[in-house]
């Protein structure tokens, strides 16, 4: 080998180990670029899958929330129609009733009216 070679070689050590380290510097701040964005993808997807989770949880309990609520509604409903024949069934008797007594006092009336009255 050329002792010129050699010297320019030994001079230029120094440059090259450096340029060798930066090239092996700039590969592993990539490979852990790449790591900590497949990282972050996967934390995101976990992410995603919680909150479908947790929708499709919610969206359960307010269908059975809005389930047990319609039964409700539908069982008041049936007792309000039952008090509403009730009170429809108690004002019938009652007119009933008070025709009966109007009936009642016109015969007292009739028959108080055609009896001879002593004077």
Not at 95 to 103: M, N, P, Q
């Amino acid at each position: 080998m050329d002792p010129a070679l050699l010297a320019d070689l030994i001079t230029a050590a120094p440059q090259y180990a450096l340029v060798g380290y930066l090239i092996l510097l700039v590969h592993r701040l990539q490979s852990h670029a790449t790591t900590d964005r497949g990282d972050y993808r996967e934390d995101l997807a976990a992410a995603d899958e919680r909150h479908a989770a947790e929708l499709a949880r919610v969206r359960e309990a307010h269908a059975a929330e809005l389930q047990a609520l319609r039964a409700e509604m539908a069982d008041m409903r049936a007792r309000v129609d039952d008090l509403v024949e009730q009170v429809d069934r108690e004002r019938r008797a009652r007119w009933k009733a008070e025709d009966i007594a109007a009936e009642a006092r016109r015969l007292a009336l009739d028959a108080n009216e055609s009896t001879p009255q002593e004077a």
